[in-house]
């Protein structure tokens, strides 16, 4: 069983940066799709950026510029670097994982909500 658990959130003013980081714990085998989701209160949760199977990366066009997607090397740790942030970025954000190897690029991740594992969650505030 793959536990995934988020941190690095917290309040920041307009302009800010946060990392978020998602840990990988328990069974971790080859996390083919990874990916961070938001849902801010009265909204869907919404794809923000993700990384496909073969190492390729998308971006939410929100965030595209200003946010940066990564893993560390043994891929067990992924981040979510979050800069010039904006009070509409305020919102719970979600880390997902799955270890099902399909054909599904990054950005068709961004559209799905079918990973096999997903984090409790790491609330971002951000005032004006």
């Known amino acids: 069983q793959v536990q995934l658990v988020e941190s690095g959130g917290g309040s920041v003013q307009y302009g800010g940066s946060l990392r978020l980081s998602c840990a990988a714990s328990?069974?971790?085998?080859?996390?083919?799709?990874v990916a961070w989701f938001r849902q801010a209160p009265g909204n869907n949760r919404e794809g923000v950026a993700a990384?496909?199977?073969?190492?390729?990366?998308s971006y939410a066009d929100s965030v595209k510029g200003r946010f940066t997607i990564s893993q560390d090397g043994t891929k067990n740790t992924l981040y979510l670097q979050m800069n010039s942030l904006k009070p509409e970025d305020t919102a719970m954000y979600y880390c997902?994982?799955?270890?099902?190897?399909?054909?599904?690029?990054?950005?068709?991740?961004?559209?799905?909500?079918?990973?096999?594992?997903w984090g409790q969650g790491t609330q971002v505030t951000v005032s004006s």
């Open positions: 328990g069974y971790t085998p080859n996390m083919y799709h």
């Open positions: 997902a994982a799955d270890i099902r190897l399909s054909r599904r690029n990054a950005a068709a991740s961004l559209h799905t909500q079918d990973f096999g594992y």
């Open positions: 990384i496909g199977p073969g190492g390729d990366i």
